[in-house]
């Protein structure tokens, strides 16, 4: 009765005497495009571990497209594609081997007749349809990645889970994968992607979680977290800053910078500039990026963890 | 906070996996239970009864497995056949047996097999791995021991052989029951009585004897200072018939037929002159020492083996128990010198003395002898000096 | 239905390994190295030395097939045997491609079932690709001994034994030895699902072997004996008595199942309770 892809009450998982990860209520909806973030060793993988079953929770409880897991697991997995901490695949056999093998180990009612076609599509989805039989032994990192995503896809999952799924692409692969998933969200496919390269996520995502050591310190819209900073950017034409600095008043923030001005979003600033005589080149409406947002939710990062821009 | 539930069903799978290994454990270290145990007959037969069964069990068909240990460590001396092996290793044997007349016990190995077959008065023996079959060799009369001696039955019945059932009755004392090889046994210790007991090794024989049958089932013969002298227990038996087809001599194909080759025993009773005394040191002779030049002398468990040997025998045997340091007999107590060159081997609760009469009155040569049982060395000075003693008759 | 088909995917995995190719050509190569030099220096061991039944097939190639398997029984085949077993989690663990088999999902008690299955398809193939083998140099390097009676070889006994009845004791000698690895194959596969690495896994089960051969040779441990998983691994030659010895053969069931009973619980209780963290 949810209509909340994933949804995770109170989930702690402690390793021994780590403390891996503490009551983080996550909840992805369907349809959403999810950017799990966080510095590595903050807890991501494993809560994504404990979506999947693969690690048990030592309390808290998960449900998955309206299942528990573990409990349900046989019932909801099916449904869901998962790429988790990079691909993996038996090297000596070709990727298509791969994928058939993977997909003969659970059989579904009527799936033996489809596998041929299902794999082929997941190759062609990733661009891997004319690799033939190369082993993966022979891929390079970036075909393994997309291998992985394809593996993923055989099912034609309403949940897809993936652990930096970009990672290792060259730009072209970066492009081929964002166009991918995109596609995939219009016709429906929930996405929970994770990642520490936050612009990524900022392009893709309609809503992200942050982790940090262990704790879910941020859940938002994409579009919430990024409002206003009521700060507007306007870029002149010509370099006639003293005319602007007379027309702006006290509406300017900042010394002028070149061209460059930093303007209170207060009234009609472009109005008034061009009243003023002066060409208008570009004015935009300053946002906080994700970066500040998680730099500032996020504590003091420590050695070997960290969030790249 | 509550455990999850998968950890609760952890938990009772661990518990499960726990509780089921120690139930096999369990059932594999108690064996088989004692229901399992055939036969009922009389639960409270006297010892006297228990022994006049197992003296009488000669009878008694069966087919099973045995394994028969002894701690008696013998030189290796020449063809001693595998008697060294017998009385001093563990052995395997898988016995069918009709009839005293009519039976089989093999050998096992694991690479072979050693089989003795009892048929129509003879022996004949089937080794695999030399692919031999031998033939021919008379299945009574003087001999070595061999594998079908150490059975538990044929084993009791020999222990049991220097007395009357009442006579080791009145040294023996119940043991109460026992399950052996899956049956239900009756036990009874036999000690040697205070005479015995000062010259004998022995401290105590026990066999346990089948309540249904009176199959003796085990037989455990201990030595004074409570470590195993010789030990034989069936592993399997069954108490009926043995099928025919399992007694029938094989005849292998392409194997080497040999006629049977004198072993020490049988060799010196046709080839030593003397005949052996009727007594030997107070004991009595338990077989005819007229048909044979090997003969055991003893009363209850007391048990002395003389063999006479061919002198020049005597002779080899006496210098490689020399070089393997053996020193001579003490004389025994207020008697004259041994006249005779001794040797004595000691090994465990054996002892042995090869004693060699040099020929000194002109009648072809000197007279030797091996002496042996699990015995006080001291015994086997008196039965050398009266061997030496008194002149023997010469075989007729 | 579900482990049929799982099954049916790790035996393909197994057989599109190169390794499980590599390892069973090794096993076979032993017997056939073996025969050559039978048949070039007519020597056999003496009685009570070396490996069964070599002194009896030179010139007798058809019994040749059970010396083999007697051959690879001590060592060889366990360490195949181990090393497959232990590579069956532990290896997918190592690789990464546990988790994505997990996720599929595989349940994963299904998935042990699937992997003792294919271990013992391993250990089945292996005994009678060494069988045929075996035969087939038995045959060529040593010869038959035909005769008129149709009757090809002496069993343990002496007694004679047509062609078909070799035939069958063979059969059972090789369900026997395959028998005879599930309880090293067991520990492998419990290792495997306790470590990330094959290696040790299937060291494990070798441990075990060794362990229960000491044991088994040292009169000290007589009270354990019957309990150790090599205790037993000889009577295969029983098979070759007349009439056939049954009372250790079935005894080596017993004891092989019970080992595999006890320690696949175990890798159970352990697998379906553990977090797959690789």
């Not at chain 1, 109005?271 to 970066?291: I, K, P, Q, S």
């Not at chain 2, 060799?137 to 009442?166: E, K, M």
């Not at chain 2, 046994?185 to 004897?209: I, M």
Request: overall charge neutral.
């Amino acid at each position: 009765m949810s209509d909340l892809a994933v949804e995770t009450t109170g989930l702690t998982k402690r390793f021994g005497r780590v403390q891996a990860v503490t009551d983080v209520d996550l909840r992805v909806a369907e349809g959403d495009r999810y950017g799990f973030l966080g510095p590595n060793g903050s807890g991501k993988t494993t809560t994504v571990r404990m979506l999947l079953g693969l690690v048990l929770p030592t309390s808290g409880r998960v449900r998955v497209l309206g299942g528990r897991v573990p409990g349900d697991a046989a019932r909801v997995l099916p449904q869901v594609g998962a790429m988790v901490e990079g691909p993996a695949a038996i090297g000596h056999l070709s990727g298509r081997a791969n994928l058939r093998l993977l997909d003969a180990a659970v059989p579904t009612p009527g799936g033996r007749r489809t596998r041929r076609a299902r794999v082929e599509a997941a190759l062609e989805a990733v661009g891997l349809a004319q690799v033939g039989r190369r082993p993966v032994r022979a891929y390079s990192l970036g075909m393994r990645q997309r291998l992985g995503i394809a593996s993923a896809l055989v099912r034609r999952p309403r949940l897809l889970v993936l652990d930096e799924p970009t990672n290792g692409l060259d730009p072209q692969g970066i492009a081929l994968v964002t166009d991918l998933l995109l596609q995939l969200s219009a016709q429906g496919t929930t996405l929970l992607v994770s990642s520490h390269l936050l612009s990524e996520v900022e392009h893709l995502c309609t809503r992200v979680g942050v982790m940090d050591r262990g704790h879910l310190v941020v859940q938002d819209d994409v579009d919430a977290l990024r409002a206003p900073t009521g700060r507007l950017v306007v870029t002149l034409s010509g370099a006639e800053t003293g005319t602007a600095e007379r027309v702006l008043g006290r509406r300017l923030l900042e010394p002028p910078c070149g061209r460059s001005l930093v303007v209170a979003d207060e009234g009609d600033v472009v109005g008034d500039l061009v009243r003023g005589g002066l060409a208008v080149r570009e004015a935009v409406v300053e946002r906080r990026t994700l970066t500040d947002v998680v730099l500032a939710r996020t504590t003091a990062v420590g050695e070997g963890a960290g969030v790249a821009r | 906070m509550p455990a999850a539930p998968h950890r609760r069903a952890a938990a009772l799978r661990w518990a499960a996996v726990v509780c089921g290994t120690a139930l096999l454990v369990t059932a594999a270290l108690t064996g088989r239970p004692a229901w399992s145990a055939g036969g009922s007959a009389a639960p409270d037969e006297g010892v006297e009864q228990v022994l006049a069964r197992a003296a009488a069990s000669a009878g008694v068909p069966f087919t099973g497995t045995a394994t028969s240990s002894g701690a008696l460590g013998l030189p290796d001396l020449p063809r001693l056949g595998d008697v060294a092996a017998l009385v001093g290793e563990s052995t395997r044997t898988r016995t069918w047996w009709a009839s005293e007349q009519s039976w089989r016990t093999d050998v096992l190995t694991t690479t072979g097999e050693r089989g003795l077959y009892a048929s129509g008065g003879q022996l004949t023996g089937w080794d695999y791995e030399r692919d031999v079959l031998t033939t021919g060799a008379p299945l009574s009369g003087a001999r070595l021991p061999r594998a079908s001696d150490l059975l538990p039955p044929a084993l009791a019945r020999s222990l049991l052989a220097g007395a009357t059932p009442d006579d080791a009755a009145s040294r023996a004392t119940g043991l109460g029951e026992r399950v052996v090889a899956g049956r239900l046994a009756d036990g009874v210790r036999l000690r040697p009585d205070a005479q015995e007991a000062d010259l004998s090794t022995v401290d105590h024989a026990d066999l346990w004897v089948d309540r249904a049958t009176g199959l003796p089932l085990a037989v455990d013969v201990v030595d004074v200072v409570g470590g195993p002298v010789i030990a034989s227990s069936f592993d399997q038996v069954t108490p009926t018939s043995p099928d025919p087809v399992a007694l029938t001599v094989p005849a292998p194909q392409g194997a080497t037929v040999r006629t049977a080759e004198t072993d020490v025993a049988a060799g010196a009773a046709t080839a030593a002159p003397w005949l052996l005394p009727t007594d030997l040191a107070g004991l009595p002779a338990l077989q005819d020492p007229s048909s044979a030049g090997a003969v055991a002398y003893g009363t209850g468990l007391l048990r002395l083996a003389v063999v006479s040997l061919p002198v020049d025998q005597g002779r080899q045997a006496l210098r490689a128990a020399e070089a393997a340091g053996a020193g001579p007999l003490e004389p025994p107590a207020g008697d004259l010198d041994l006249q005779a060159r001794t040797a004595l081997v000691r090994a465990g609760a054996l002892s042995a003395a090869v004693v060699v009469v040099p020929g000194a009155r002109g009648d072809g040569g000197g007279r030797a002898y091996l002496v042996s049982g699990a015995v006080q060395p001291e015994l086997l000075s008196r039965a050398a000096a009266e061997l030496t003693t008194d002149p023997p008759e010469r075989r007729p | 239905m579900k482990l049929a088909a799982l099954t049916w995917v790790e035996l393909r995995k197994l057989a599109l390994r190169p390794r499980t190719w590599v390892s069973v050509a090794l096993l076979c190569a032993l017997p056939v190295v073996v025969a050559a030099f039978l048949a070039t220096s007519e020597l056999a061991p003496r009685p009570g030395q070396g490996p069964a039944f070599l002194s009896a097939v030179l010139g007798n190639g058809q019994l040749y097939p059970a010396a083999a398997l007697g051959i690879v029984v001590p060592i060889f085949l366990p360490v195949a045997v181990c090393v497959v077993a232990g590579d069956a989690v532990a290896g997918e663990a190592q690789a990464g491609t546990l988790r994505y088999l997990l996720v599929r999902p595989v349940g994963r008690t299904r998935l042990l079932v699937a992997k003792l299955f294919a271990v013992l398809a391993f250990t089945f193939g292996a005994v009678i690709a060494v069988a045929l083998v075996s035969l087939v140099a038995g045959t060529q390097l040593l010869g038959t001994r035909p005769d008129a009676l149709g009757t090809t070889t002496a069993s343990l006994s002496g007694t004679a034994l047509s062609t078909q009845e070799l035939l069958v004791r063979t059969l059972l000698v090789m369900a026997y030895v395959s028998v005879s690895m599930i309880g090293v194959a067991a520990l492998a596969l419990l290792l495997s699902t306790l470590v990330d690495s094959p290696l040790v896994a299937a060291l494990g089960g070798l441990a075990l072997l060794v362990a229960s051969t000491v044991l088994v040779g040292l009169d000290a441990a007589s009270a354990v004996h019957d309990l150790l998983p090599t205790r037993y691994w000889l009577a295969w030659v029983d098979l070759f008595r007349d009439p056939v010895l049954w009372t250790d053969v079935q005894r080596g069931v017993l004891v092989q199942l019970a080992w595999a009973g006890v320690l696949l619980a175990a890798a159970w209780a352990s697998f379906t309770t553990r977090d797959v963290t690789s």
